[in-house]
């Protein structure tokens, strides 16, 4: 909660948990104590439904956002044909820099391997550290698939709602981008703008 403050502080319009794991666990809660429109993110699986022809849904998330009151209730929602598959070791390898090198590849073949035989039209990243993982999965499994993250969604659900509150930005400049993290480590804040490909002029 005292990071929520230190971010109200800065005189945001609206908080994005961009973390399917926090949103599970924080959102309600979160949102019952600001002011400002909050929205979490979740799989894609409403999305990798819309896609589906005839074949599986593999989900891939983190063990606790599988065992999640929030990805349950999506399953029930959404969950024909889906595979949920956790993916130990992902975010880890995201974290260490290593998400385009032969280790992730590896990790993503044998995690994604045994379903080379099924038919699978739709790979959900449930957590926000996957997409970095992109180029490996599509190496792996092919032009097949497709690939969905939740971002897409978030991005137009923040647009709604900064817009229903009359706080949506129309005209003017470019933004500006500002990277801070809880633990105050150069290292962490260096590798967010390597993996976001964010250059400073």
């Not at 109200?8 to 979160?30: Q, R, S």
Request: hydrophobic share 40%; net charge negative.
């Amino acid at each position: 909660e005292a990071g929520f403050r230190r971010i109200l502080d800065h005189g945001v319009k609206a908080i994005v948990i961009a973390c399917n794991t926090a949103t599970a666990a924080y959102m309600d809660e979160l949102a019952a104590q600001v002011d400002v429109p909050v929205i979490g993110t979740e799989p894609a699986l409403r999305e990798a439904q819309a896609a589906r022809r005839d074949g599986e849904i593999l989900a891939m998330a983190t063990r606790a956002t599988l065992n999640s009151r929030a990805f349950q209730r999506l399953l029930e929602q959404y969950g024909d044909h889906v595979i949920p598959l956790a993916g130990e070791g992902l975010v880890e390898l995201v974290e260490s820099g290593n998400a385009r090198g032969p280790e992730a590849e590896s990790a993503l073949r044998g995690l994604l391997g045994p379903y080379q035989a099924h038919r699978i039209d739709g790979i959900v990243l449930g957590c926000t550290h996957y997409p970095f993982l992109t180029g490996a999965i599509r190496r792996i499994v092919g032009r097949g698939p497709e690939i969905l993250d939740g971002s897409h969604g978030v991005a137009m659900q923040l647009g709604r709602r900064l817009a229903a509150a009359g706080m949506l930005r129309t005209q003017g400049g470019a933004g500006t981008v500002e990277f801070r993290n809880s633990l105050d480590e150069p290292e962490i804040l260096a590798l967010s703008r390597a993996l976001l490909q964010y250059r400073e002029d």
